[in-house]
């Protein structure tokens, strides 16, 4: 047998020692007072010859531990430094023939070690579940995997650069920040000019007290406007990493199957959800009216909805309606009433902003990130359109409540699934840098 596939096993007990695993070991011949000598010969003899794979019980220091069952998964693996060569590459072409060219090959990621080697974070946009979580699984990857010494966080989003508050991160100083909901570094909207904070970091520069500074990994939270800004930065070409973690609490992010704090977020809609089904089920034809984040993407009034299972009507951007006529809203809210005496409606913030067109044409905002403002359509439709329609042109009394859970649920700490989900997230813009 291959001496690789051949674990050798010792064991180490006290004399006079009896227990199950004990007994297991030593069978029924050996009693518990078997010598030290007669034990450990018998534990080499007898299971020298079992395979590593096929070992239960291995050697501890002081007892006997079951081994790690995780150790033979494909997926795992001891923790350490993994840096690659400055001279790797990787061809674009994988099959190539022999006469071929040399091709274009692209520098492979992963870090290069260096010396010396400082990072910063900062947060941008609106609140979302798990920013902490990233933050603290960023710190401590570049901490304990890397050696990075020193890693400071930028306050108050990109204006932290005007400012240049910051503040020190150590995985002790992040230890349970993903508890909180929030950010620890705070946010801003807008003030990604570029020209600014790249002037301010070379200005920076210069000054010996922040010497730090000096082309740093950046990595940068936050949505739209924020990487927007990322890609400004890097377009003056100073020699600085910067690495960009998408938030979106909506996941209406394309190339990936899912934001982190899309999870939390359908999680803790269920408790606006089933406060307006408990509100409209008790009274006489009552209607509950849920809005939830979505300017774009229905995604998280999708899937809130087929968890519920308590919603009947679900109003996406991705799905035009319209309220008269049949098919319409209105005709779905009478036919639901009559059969059941009770309705529920989700609809996302983006739904049916055609329907609002003119209001939107005549305001023209924008938000400080340069996001288009939109109206209220929950609003919307529940104090003027359907109540307007049933009191006023069926004459049909209806009691509906309106709830607008936004803020409750950008606030909140990330769950279980989503901290998991952030420490994925976490190793892969990590390396990058």
């Not at 050697?59 to 790690?68: A, L, Q, S, T, V």
């Not at 990233?134 to 990075?148: A, E, P, T």
């Not at 003056?236 to 209406?252: E, H, I, Q, S, Y």
């Not at 998991?420 to 813009?429: F, G, I, K, N, Q």
Request: charged letters at 25%.
């Amino acid at each position: 047998m291959d001496t690789e596939s051949v674990y050798t096993q010792r064991v180490v007990v006290e004399a006079g020692h009896d227990s199950h695993t004990w007994r297991k070991l030593t069978g029924d011949n050996f009693s518990s007072h078997a010598s030290y000598a007669d034990l450990r010969q018998r534990s080499v003899t007898d299971m020298g010859s079992v395979s590593r794979t096929d070992k239960k019980i291995v050697e501890g220091e002081f007892c006997y531990m079951y081994r790690n069952p995780l150790q033979d998964n494909p997926a795992y693996s001891v923790v350490k430094y993994h840096f690659v060569n400055e001279d790797d590459t990787v061809p674009q072409k994988i099959v190539v023939q022999k006469s071929s060219p040399g091709g274009i090959h692209f520098q492979r990621g992963e870090p290069r070690q260096r010396e010396d080697v400082y990072a910063c974070i900062l947060t941008c946009g609106g609140l979302c579940p798990g920013l902490n979580t990233v933050i603290k699984d960023v710190v401590c990857r570049l901490s304990y995997m890397y050696g990075v010494k020193m890693i400071v966080g930028i306050q108050g989003g990109y204006r932290g650069f005007y400012a240049r508050n910051t503040i020190p991160l150590t995985p002790k100083s992040v230890n349970d920040i993903h508890k909180r909901g929030g950010t620890i570094l705070g946010t801003s909207r807008g003030g990604h000019d570029a020209i600014k904070i790249v002037d301010n970091i070379q200005d920076i520069n210069q000054k010996l007290i922040y010497r730090w500074f000096l082309f740093p990994p950046v990595y940068i939270i936050g949505g739209d406007g924020t990487q927007k800004g990322a890609a400004g930065i890097r377009r003056r070409g100073l020699k600085l990493a910067v690495a960009g973690t998408p938030k979106t609490t909506d996941n209406d992010i394309a190339v990936i199957d899912k934001s982190f704090g899309f999870d939390t977020a359908v999680e803790e809609a269920q408790r606006a959800i089933n406060a307006a089904h408990v509100e409209a089920e008790s009274m006489e034809n009552g209607i509950g009216v849920v809005k939830l984040m979505g300017c774009y993407g229905g995604f998280i009034a999708v899937y809130a909805t087929v968890a519920s299972r308590d919603v009947d009507c679900c109003l996406i951007p991705e799905s035009p309606f319209y309220l008269e006529g049949k098919g319409g809203l209105f005709e779905c809210i009478e036919k639901r009433l009559k059969e059941n005496g009770h309705m529920v409606i989700v609809v996302a913030e983006g739904a049916g902003q055609e329907l609002l067109a003119d209001s939107i044409r005549s305001m023209g905002h924008e938000d400080a990130s340069g996001n288009k403002l939109l109206l209220d359509v929950g609003l919307w439709l529940s104090s003027q359109k359907i109540k307007d329609y049933f009191t006023s042109r069926q004459k049909m009394r209806i009691n509906l409540e309106y709830i607008d859970p936004t803020y409750m649920i950008r606030a909140i700490p990330s769950n279980e699934s989503d901290n998991v989900y952030c420490t994925l997230l976490a190793p892969s813009a990590v390396p990058n840098n």
